[in-house]
């Protein structure tokens, strides 16, 4: 299973992107990847964020996660599921994010 993070991405992101299965995107780099989020569907690349340190804002960013990686208790993080959408929400993890990709 391939995994890029934005780190691997060069100049033509959506061609260094191409067979992956999944991208890993910070918190910090989330608000500049918003066109990025628009490849990845169309490559069905799966996209995991991890948003410790800070609370996650609402936004259409939401549409493109598949799994995130938050500050909160278990039911905080079945709230935030529920509300945004995203399939795979975990609260208070210290593992790496890549444990969880599927």
């Not at 890029?4 to 067979?19: F, I, P, S, Y």
């Not at 609370?55 to 993080?77: C, F, M, S, T, Y």
């Not at 795979?88 to 993890?93: C, E, M, Q």
């Given at each position: 299973?391939?995994i890029v993070?934005?780190?691997?991405?060069?100049?033509?992101?959506?061609?260094?992107?191409?067979?992956?299965?999944?991208?890993?995107?910070?918190?910090?780099?989330?608000?500049?990847?918003?066109?990025?989020?628009?490849?990845?569907?169309?490559?069905?690349?799966?996209?995991?964020?991890?948003?410790?340190?800070?609370?996650?804002?609402?936004?259409?960013?939401?549409?493109?996660?598949?799994?995130?990686?938050?500050?909160?208790?278990?039911?905080?993080?079945?709230?935030?599921?529920?509300?945004?959408?995203?399939?795979?929400?975990?609260?208070?993890?210290?593992?790496?994010?890549?444990?969880?990709?599927?």
């Amino acid at each position: 299973m391939r995994i890029v993070t934005l780190a691997d991405l060069k100049e033509d992101k959506r061609a260094d992107m191409q067979g992956a299965r999944w991208l890993i995107l910070s918190a910090e780099e989330l608000e500049s990847s918003t066109t990025l989020l628009m490849f990845t569907e169309l490559e069905d690349i799966l996209v995991a964020v991890d948003h410790r340190g800070s609370p996650p804002p609402d936004g259409l960013w939401q549409r493109a996660v598949h799994l995130i990686l938050i500050d909160a208790d278990k039911n905080e993080a079945e709230d935030f599921s529920r509300k945004s959408g995203i399939t795979k929400v975990i609260g208070n993890s210290t593992e790496d994010i890549r444990t969880f990709l599927w």
